[in-house]
T-cell receptor
Framework: EPEVTQTPSHQVTQMGQEVILRCVPI?????FYWYRQILGQKVEFLVS????????KSEIFDDQFSVERPDGSNFTLKIRSTKLEDSAMYFC?????????????FGPGTRLTVL | KQEVTQIPAALSVPEGENLVLNCSFT??????LQWFRQDPGKGLTSLLL?????REQTSGRLNASLDKSSGRSTLYIAASQPGDSATYLC?????????FGTGTRLTIIP
């Protein structure tokens, strides 16, 4: 069964450094998403992406964050200058059609630790 | 703003028992309601999606119901097994995004 993959599984970085989290969505999906989960807290929506542009973003997704689909398969989340509070599990998801009618499929996550 | 709450936060149940997990949401303008399972340190596995026009969905030992008028959804697990131990999350599927609840950490005692 097709699945969403994410790399790396764990990323450790120093505060102020840039990180890029990578995702390969399910191949025929058209809608892409990033969520994050700070330890012990809810899963929170960051951004949705369709047709090579952001379709919605949350207040968390400030100028330090950016997303890109550099080729036909990868979907990336960049954090320009990491802060301690960016430490979280980051989940990528994809769906064939637009919410709310279609199911989102989630990747296994990337655990980001900012020191 | 949609708020999604799950009670209880944690639940321990002997193996073989049936159980119910609860999810409530503040905005009755719900689109779809989705239940996920999350194992420790892992991603989210979709269990059931209930469309807003539906009242319930079933998959194996799992049954999820949706009552929009009361702003509630329940996940019923029949004949629980130790492998059911995980955190269960409900999420309201709005336009473009999911709004998640806080989750219920379920432990099935062998």
């Amino acid at each position: 069964e097709p699945e969403v993959t994410q790399t790396p599984s764990h990323q450790v970085t120093q505060m102020g450094q840039e990180v890029i989290l990578r995702c390969v969505p399910i191949s025929n999906h058209l809608y892409f998403y990033w969520y994050r989960q700070i330890l012990g807290q809810k899963v929170e929506f960051l951004v949705s992406f369709y047709n090579n542009e952001i379709s919605e973003k949350s207040e968390i997704f400030d100028d330090q964050f950016s997303v890109e689909r550099p080729d036909g398969s990868n979907f990336t989340l960049k954090i320009r200058s990491t802060k301690l509070e960016d430490s979280a599990m980051y989940f990528c998801a994809s769906s064939l059609g637009r919410l709310p009618t279609d199911t989102q499929y989630f990747g296994p996550g990337t655990r980001l630790t900012v020191l | 703003k949609q708020e999604v709450t799950q009670i209880p936060a944690a639940l321990s149940v002997p193996e073989g028992e049936n159980l119910v997990l609860n999810c409530s949401f503040t905005d009755s303008a719900i689109y779809n309601l989705q239940w996920f399972r999350q194992d420790p340190g892992k991603g989210l596995t979709s269990l059931l999606l209930i469309q807003s026009s539906q009242r319930e969905q079933t998959s194996g030992r799992l049954n999820a119901s949706l009552d929009k008028s009361s702003g509630r959804s329940t996940l019923y697990i029949a004949a629980s097994q130790p492998g059911d131990s995980a955190t269960y999350l409900c999420a309201n599927s709005g336009n473009e995004k999911l709004t998640f609840g806080t989750g219920t950490r379920l432990t099935i005692i062998p």
